[in-house]
C-alpha cells in the first residue's frame, strides 16, 4: 500500500520558516516526479512546486518563487519542501502528490498519490 506522509507544518510568525517533509513507503518514487499543493480554506486545492525524478528540474508557482525550495533524496524516498519568509497568505493545509511517470506537471490530476496534508498557519 502507498503511502505519503507530510510532517513539518505547524504556526509560524510572518517572516518565518518551516521546512516540510514527505516520506513516501509502499514504491519508490525515484523515477517520479513529485510535488507539492496547497488548499486554503474554501479555496481550490493549487500548485505550490515540483521535482523532476532527478532533482535536476524545480518549477515554483509564482506566490512562492524565491522564498520556497522544492528538494528530494531519493535513497530516502522523501520530498522537502523548505519555506522562509513566510506570509500569512501561505496559511494552508499543504499536500506531498507523486506521479506515476517522470512528467512534471502543476495539475492535480498529474498526479497519482497523495499524502493527508500538514497545517501551516502563518500569523500577523
Known amino acids: 500500500q502507498v503511502q505519503l506522509v507530510e510532517s513539518g507544518g505547524g504556526l509560524v510568525q510572518a517572516g518565518g520558516s518551516l521546512r516540510l517533509s514527505c516520506a513516501a513507503s509502499?514504491?519508490?518514487?525515484?523515477?517520479?516526479?513529485m510535488g507539492w499543493f496547497r488548499q486554503a480554506a474554501g479555496k481550490e486545492r493549487e500548485f505550490v512546486a515540483a521535482?523532476?525524478?532527478?532533482?535536476?528540474?524545480?518549477y515554483y508557482a509564482t506566490p512562492v518563487k524565491g522564498r520556497f525550495t522544492i528538494s528530494r533524496d531519493n535513497a530516502k524516498n522523501t520530498v522537502y519542501l523548505q519555506m522562509n519568509s513566510l506570509k500569512p497568505e501561505d496559511t494552508a493545509v499543504y499536500y506531498c502528490?507523486?506521479?506515476?511517470?517522470?512528467?512534471?506537471?502543476?495539475?492535480?490530476?498529474?498526479?497519482?498519490?497523495w499524502g493527508q496534508g500538514t497545517q501551516v498557519t502563518v500569523s500577523s
Open positions: 509502499g514504491r519508490t518514487f525515484s523515477s517520479s516526479a
Open positions: 521535482i523532476s525524478w532527478s532533482g535536476g528540474y524545480t
Open positions: 502528490a507523486a506521479g506515476s511517470s517522470p512528467v512534471v506537471g502543476r495539475a492535480t490530476y498529474d498526479y497519482d498519490y
